[in-house]
Every structure is written in C-alpha cells, then in structure tokens.
C-alpha cells in the first residue's frame, strides 16, 4: 500500500498563498479521518500517521473475464481509487448541491431536485493517474446526469470573468479545472451509473465527469460548484501532479501464456486517448519491426475506450514479444518512451510475452 | 425467413369491429410498405404480397463473445426484430409525441423538448416472443427516459376511467396495455441507449420499454401515448399471439463442444423472468437427475438479466448432458414442459452436450 500522494512536495499555485493552502488541505483530511479516528485538535499528529500510512492510489482494479474486455464495466467490477481512509456516506436529507460563485443566480438543489434537472447518458471511460502500462486501473461506465452547460443555463450562466470551475466535495476534496475546457469537453455532473444510483463508493449522491482528464479530476461526492476567475488548486494538482490531458494508451488483454501452433490466434484488447478518440490500432509480434493493423470495436462514444483485435497466424513455433501501440484521433500516435505513473502518469508501450506451440 | 406473424387467423377483440381492425391494421401496414412499393389503393395486393414474403419474426440475434455473455450489449450488437420492410426514420423536425385521451392536460413534445424532461436510466432486459429455448433473440441495455409515471403527472394526471394505455407509432404499429400495470413496473418512454441516441432500428427518437413483456409490446419509433378506457388491440394481440408476462429461461452459454478432462470446467449463461427477477439458477450434469446451484451475479436491476457460473469438476470422461432451470422472484421454477414460440412464447429446459476427455 503505497502512499503515492504524500510523495512529492506541495507546490504553490499562483494567487494562493501556501498558508492557506496547507490549512485548508489539513482540514479537510482532518474531517475526513476524525470519522475513524476521533475529532479535535490534539488528533492531527495521529491522522497524519493515519493517512500516510492508509491512503495511496491503490485501487480496486479490473481484470477482463476470460481476458475479453467488455465495452461496459459492470457497477461492481468499476476500478475503485480513493484518497479517503473512510469514505463519505452523504445523508441525502441533508446533502446539498450549491451552485455558486460567477454565475448571474446562485442556488441549491435537493437530491430530490436534481433528479427533475433535464439529464443525458454518455459513455465515458475513467482511467486513474497511477494506472501504469498493460495495467487496470481503468474502467468505463455510462453516466446520467446533467452537463455543466445546461446546469449553468439553469443559473442565467456564467457571470464574465468567470474562468474556472471549482468542484468541492462533501470529504473536502476540491478540483479547479478551465471553464472553457469543461464547456468544450461537455463535461457531466452524474448521480447514475450504468442504469443504477451511484453507488456510494463511485460517489453518490453526485460525481463530476470530466473525460479527456484522469480520475482525480473527475470528483465524487460533489456538493459545491463554484465559478471563480483564478485557479483555486487541488489536493493532487497542489501536490504537483501532472493534471494535463491524458496520454494514449493500448493494452494487450489476449492472449495469455502458451498458445497451440497451427491455429489463428487473436490477438486483442483496448485503447484509450481520453476525448481525443482512437484512430487506429496496431500489432508488432516481432518487437516492432513490423506492425499490423488491429479491427477497431466503433467506441460507444467518444470518451469510451476502443476495444480491439487482430487474427495472428505466426509461421513457426517459438517464443513471441507481442506489442500495441494506438493513434488517437488528432493522429498522433502514443510514444514509445517508458515513464512511469508518478507523476505525471505512465506512457510506453505494453508489450506481453507468448510462447506457440 | 418465416412470416410468423400471419400464420394466425386474426382474433376478435371485445369492443372493437373486426371491420374497423382490419381496416386499420392494412392501412397502418400500407403506409409502411409504401415507402419500398408506392402508395395507392391499387397496390394494396402487392403490399400484402410483399409483408407476407419479407416481413417476419427473424431478427438479428446476438451471440456471445467466447461463450460469455456481457452484462450490457453493446447497441450495435443488441437483438433486432421488426414488422417492417423498410423501417421509419422520422425527421426530428416534424416529429412530435403526443399525450392525449383520458389525461387531464393533453399535450405534444418536440424531440428538443424531450430531452428537457426529468429522466432516469435503467437496465433492461428485452427478449422477442420468438426467442427459442436456448436461442439469442435477447438483450440488455441502458436506457434513459421519462418514466410513464412522471409523464403523466407532467398532464395532470389520468382521468377516472382511464385503465389502458394505447402506444402509437410512426410506422402504425400499436400496443395497448393495463395502465395499473404500466405503472406497476415502471414502464419508460426512452430516448437514449446505452448512452447513445437511441439507433434508427430501435426506435429513434423515442421507444416503450415495458418490462416483463415481450419485446413486441414494447414499441419502438412511439408518437403518441393515449390513455383510453377499453382495450385497443395491437398488430400482434390482434392475431392471437400471447401477450401475458414472459416466461422464464435459463440459457447455457459455454462449455461448448469438446472439453479437457481432469480440470474444472466452468458452465455459464443466463437466466431471465422478466420483471420478477432471478432467485436461483441450477445445473444437471446427469439429465436432471442431481442439481447443483450456480453461482449468481448481482443484476444490474431488477428487470436485466442474471449471469451466472458453476464450476464443474466430472469424475469421469465421457459425453455428457448439461441442463439448467431458473427459479424466478416469486420462487416459481421454469416448467420443463418444452413448448415452441408459436404463439405463446418458447418454454422448456436448455440442454447442451459436451464430451469430456
């Protein structure tokens, strides 16, 4: 269980003092882990031992059952990563969803209210920062909710020189991201997943869905959306966690292990660029000297991952290195270069080893 | 491709004129076929010619990747079954829903203002009255839509003496339904699929989903809902076809053909009944003679279908005989009585052979 968040040194965001970032960071841990361990003042020292030592970005991950991926991760089998020693369980006769800050008419909704605000379903594929290459820390789902465009048309829009969104959530978990970019990216605020209520553990009542972005800028336990004209910062972006769009990646899910010679072997798996899309596929089984084009799965939207496949028929026996690498919409194609998740989330390509015959 | 629907002579319906049925039902057809033959009191003799050569209970089944059935089918991949030769694309800009007959405020919808209507999603099983013992004319999906329920409540609700809802659709085809129990199971009027828009061939821009009823009496390209006091009849009630609550199933999914012997063998599918969902699936090895109770997935809800899996460990190789039964919700065990689909709906046990070693 390792503590990736507390690895790297804070790192002051311009027009926020660290003062005060560093105060409101601890209070919020603090009011999440006094729910294990006991409130009050003298505790802080014992909750900081607790989260350095039980919080990380291990998570729950998803392994694809007979190495076939399914387009839709089933509510239960969704990849699980969280910051919070316990998680918050909102009592939905108190939760509020407050819109707020630069926009022309504030409010609040209900659980019940935002039931009747008009929603929409989309397919959105969420990876995890710390997920690293060939790995499963990601999962998609179809999401119910409303956009944050049509929720600000609700409140007369936004107010000029309003530049971000800022998203706090009921464990003191905060996110700011660009305006513009969450209007252009259509950018949801979700309370159901995959035809079901959010379950607690994916945020209920509510959760941000910002695609194109890794999880940690897709909040769960959404109870304020506030419009300013600065970066408020983030408890990972503050961290020094790259926050930029996500990198292309691809994944090898079949075969696995000893493969009988003499037959067609498919070859398959999955691609992810975010909302960038996947534009193609390809195979080398032979260490990259030569590629072959995979058959791509039509996504179920332009935030959902590609599922692929390809009909190998090696020419002799032997062992194999298979290799994926994915070209996203915008047709560039993801980089060889191996980096690993901290800090600025994994790239290279994923490459399975197999023996036929 | 078999003409099921007109192997049955045309029942009478209490309160309805045979005369004013048939008249109906070929004007309704007419207009459909027209579209591929022209139109015109004069080709009424071919339009006939051509529904009872190319319109049928045939559908597009959906088989599963590597014997393992996805919790959710993807919309592409998702059944398919119509009436028609050539299916209605309605043009958004003319389309509109209609709310009208025993309801307190009557009134139209353009599709922009659908969207504005409170929604929820849920997955739903969908399975055609056609769908043979152990067949593949079923699905589940998403879908997002206003409930009956809240519509009706947006028109004041129904008036006394409404006790049916009559469906309408683009291409004439209609469905009438007990109200009490439209809104006992929570039936949706759905615009989106698994987080797309809904596809052209199931139903666009808006579909009935009412679950626990075959999937003819859940009606795609809908117009108009009309609450009325009788039973109007529908294309398929009318010619004697079963329009009771579904049957339940099981389905073996894998192993398929030949098995190694002398490790366990996983045996899977799917059990459905509709609305009252799955309490138990069972598994014979021996023609029934022992049963042994798989293991079950949860549902995604209570009117999706259930996964599910026993773990198999033969004594012996040999070829042998693997049968599955399903208990539904109210504890009422599938009948072993094997029964066709015409016109009641295909019932009995699902038997697979398999030869170990």
Same mark, same amino acid.
Do not use: C, M
């Given at each position: 269980c390792l503590a990736y968040r507390l690895l790297l040194p804070k790192q002051a965001q311009p027009g926020v003092s660290r003062a005060s970032q560093g105060r409101r960071q601890l209070l919020s841990r603090a009011s999440v882990a006094a729910l294990s361990v006991g409130a009050g003042a003298g505790t802080l020292g014992l909750v900081r031992g607790y989260l350095t030592n039980y919080t990380s970005y291990d998570g729950t991950k998803t392994y694809s059952r007979n190495n076939i991926t399914s387009?839709?991760?089933?509510?239960?089998e969704h990849y699980v990563v969280t910051q919070n020693v316990v998680d918050p369980a909102p009592n939905t006769d108190l939760w509020r969803l407050e819109v707020t800050g630069l926009v022309n008419t504030p409010g609040t909704y209900t659980y019940a209210e935002v039931q009747k605000l008009p929603s929409t379903s989309r397919a959105i594929t969420l990876e995890c920062i710390a997920n690293g /290459? %060939? &790995?499963?820390? +990601?999962?998609?789902?179809? @999401?119910? %909710?409303?956009?944050? $465009?049509? +929720?600000?048309?609700?409140?007369? %829009?936004?107010?000029? %020189?309003? $530049? #971000?969104?800022?998203? #706090?959530?009921? &464990?003191?978990y905060n996110v700011s991201l660009p305006l513009d970019e969450l209007l252009a990216l259509d950018a949801l605020l979700a309370w159901r997943m995959n035809g079901a209520e959010l379950p607690q553990r994916h945020g209920f009542p509510m959760r941000v869905l910002a695609p194109g972005h890794y999880g940690e800028e897709n909040p769960k336990w959404l109870t304020r959306v506030e419009l300013t004209d600065h970066f408020v910062g983030g408890l990972y972006s503050d961290q020094g966690w790259y926050n930029g769009p996500l990198h292309t990646i691809s994944r090898i899910d079949r075969p696995r292990g000893h493969v009988p010679f003499g037959q067609a072997i498919e070859v398959g798996g999955i691609a992810f660029a975010g909302n960038r899309g996947i534009q193609k596929v390809e195979v080398s089984a &032979?260490?990259? +000297? /030569? @590629?072959?084009?995979?058959? +791509?799965?039509?996504?179920l939207s332009q935030d959902s991952w590609v599922l692929w496949t390809w009909q190998w028929s090696p020419a002799l026996p032997g062992a194999y290195q298979l290799t994926c690498r994915a070209t996203d919409g915008t047709g560039e194609t993801q980089t060889s270069h191996m980096q690993g998740t901290v800090p600025k989330g994994a790239t290279g390509y994923h490459v399975v080893n197999t023996q036929v015959g």
């Open positions: 387009p839709i991760t089933p509510n239960n /290459t %060939g &790995d499963h820390l +990601l999962s998609t789902a179809i @999401w119910q %909710g409303v956009t944050l $465009r049509t +929720l600000l048309e609700h409140h007369g %829009g936004p107010q000029a %020189g309003a $530049r #971000y969104a800022a998203f #706090y959530s009921v &464990d003191g &032979d260490k990259g +000297l /030569t @590629w072959h084009q995979a058959t +791509l799965q039509p996504p």
